[in-house]
């Protein structure tokens, strides 16, 4: 069974930086790639940050400059920083894996249970 485990979320001020990490457990071969969502209330999930096996990444308009993904392979883990956070930025912050392969098997589009970021003075 493979897991996604997010930590990091909590309060922060305007102006103030968190970061957010999620690890994937289990018997995991490799994962493809792997991204932070966001879902503010009363609005759909929406893609934060991607960044692929090889380390390409994607971002969207609105974290532009001022978050930054990163992924440590060896340890199937993959990293939010996020600085100059806004209130805007509040949501439930979701870790997604498009495509883990255990060996035997692949298991696509695995998500974690979501961590709670609020922006907020």
């Not at 968190?18 to 879902?39: E, K």
């Not at 609005?43 to 992924?71: H, M, P, W």
Request: net charge positive; aromatic share 10%.
């Amino acid at each position: 069974q493979v897991q996604l485990v997010e930590s990091g979320g909590g309060l922060v001020q305007p102006g103030g930086s968190l970061r957010l990490s999620c690890a994937a457990s289990g018997s995991i071969f490799s994962i493809n790639t792997m991204g932070w969502y966001r879902q503010a209330p009363g609005k759909q999930r929406e893609l934060v940050a991607a960044i692929t096996s090889g380390g390409s990444t994607n971002y969207a308009d609105s974290v532009k400059g001022r978050f930054t993904i990163s992924r440590d392979n060896a340890k199937n883990t993959v990293y939010l920083q996020m600085n100059s956070l806004k209130p805007e930025d509040t949501a439930v912050y979701y870790c997604n894996a498009d495509q883990i392969s255990t060996g035997w098997y692949r298991i696509f589009d695995s998500w974690g249970q979501g961590i709670q970021v609020t922006v907020s003075s």
